[in-house]
């Protein structure tokens, strides 16, 4: 098992938080709110919610991290000092422990934001991104888990097609994994991007990298990034007091399906018989949706900020008993 240590901030990493504007709005934050963030990230919504919950509202931050933890603590050092930021270096699976341990139930809002940070993608030493050669890690908590290198360099060449299919939505999946297997070993991102390029034949004048859906699929395996959603949204919806609101951002189409399904069961009141020979039943409600549609980044939003281009954001409030 591959460890790590976890790399400083480059300081030219510029953070823009995606879709501020909308998730301010959409979860209605307003002063004397209690609110938790699942993901600090770059810290960018954290703040805006601080300052628009001010003078009395409280923020509670996760984030498996532990230099988003740093980072933020560093940069918030005052409303930590004064209890209005509570920050807990944990993976946004264990909201629901950290937040009771914290006080924080019943609250008014929850943002979870699936996407990696500037900060994170232009750190070579994490590994994610295939612009900069680092070495081949991309665990959210460089010190927990297999790294990508391990599953690049260990799996089976059948288990690795499965996972850049089912992960990366990867129709070339195969010739990929028979290529990265015939390969080994592969160390830095640099050799895996370049390893895939030969593997499907370049660019050839593609806006996209042939490496990117391999480089999402290892990083979700890594971080098992899409059963701790599923098991994240429903004690999101614990934690909500009625009425208060869930904002998710997802940047692929596997979490928003996620969401998606989930906050449509969770909003049903009705429920039909899957063998079609009986009428179902009716059911209440747990949440009300918000946004029928996900919500987009504007052009003005997107030429700015290119990462919130493919970004798509979900709220639904938790129904009145």
């Known amino acids: 098992m591959t460890t790590g240590s976890i790399a400083p901030d480059p300081p030219e990493a510029q953070h823009i938080p995606v879709l501020l504007e909308e998730v301010l709005a959409g979860l209605a934050i307003g002063p004397g709110m209690r609110i938790i963030d699942g993901t600090l990230g770059g810290g960018g919504h954290t703040a805006a919610m601080l300052a628009a919950s001010a003078p009395d509202g409280r923020v509670l931050g996760l984030d498996a991290d532990p230099a988003a933890v740093q980072r933020v603590t560093r940069r918030q050092a005052e409303l930590v000092a ?16 950290t937040a009771i341990a914290y006080g924080f139930t019943a609250v008014d809002a929850i943002l979870l934001d699936l996407g990696l940070s ?3 993608l232009e750190t070579p030493e994490r590994g994610f991104s295939f612009s900069q050669d680092g070495p081949l890690d991309m665990r959210f908590d460089p010190t927990q888990g297999i790294s990508a290198a391990d599953i690049v360099n260990e799996w089976a060449e059948q288990d690795l097609a499965d996972l850049l299919y089912q992960y990366g939505e990867e129709h070339r999946s195969r010739r990929i994994a028979r290529y990265l297997v015939n390969s080994r070993p592969i160390a ?3 050799e895996l991007a370049e390893a895939v390029s030969r593997a499907v034949g370049g660019r050839r004048g593609k806006r996209i990298h042939p490496a990117t859906k391999t480089f999402q699929a290892l990083r979700i395996a890594v971080n098992r ?5 599923q098991e994240t949204l429903p004690d999101c919806l614990a934690l909500l007091r009625p009425g208060g609101r869930l904002a998710v951002i997802s940047f692929h189409s596997l979490e928003d399906r996620i969401v ?12 039909p018989d899957p063998t079609h020979l009986y009428g179902g ?4 409600a747990t949440l009300e ?7 987009t980044a504007s052009e003005a939003e997107a030429a700015v900020n290119p ?15």
Do not use: D
Request: avoid cysteine.
């Open 82 to 97: 004064n209890g209005r930021l509570v920050i807990a270096g944990v993976n946004f699976v264990e909201i629901r422990a």
């Open 118 to 120: 500037s900060f994170q």
């Open 188 to 190: 830095t991102t640099g």
């Open 225 to 229: 990034e899409l059963e701790h959603l």
């Open 260 to 271: 998606k399904q989930w906050m449509q069961q969770e909003a049903r009141t009705y429920v």
């Open 281 to 284: 039943h009716e059911r209440t």
């Open 289 to 295: 949706l918000v946004t029928r549609k996900p919500v």
């Open 307 to 321: 990462r919130s281009r493919s970004a798509k954001l979900r709220i639904a409030a938790r129904a009145h008993a």
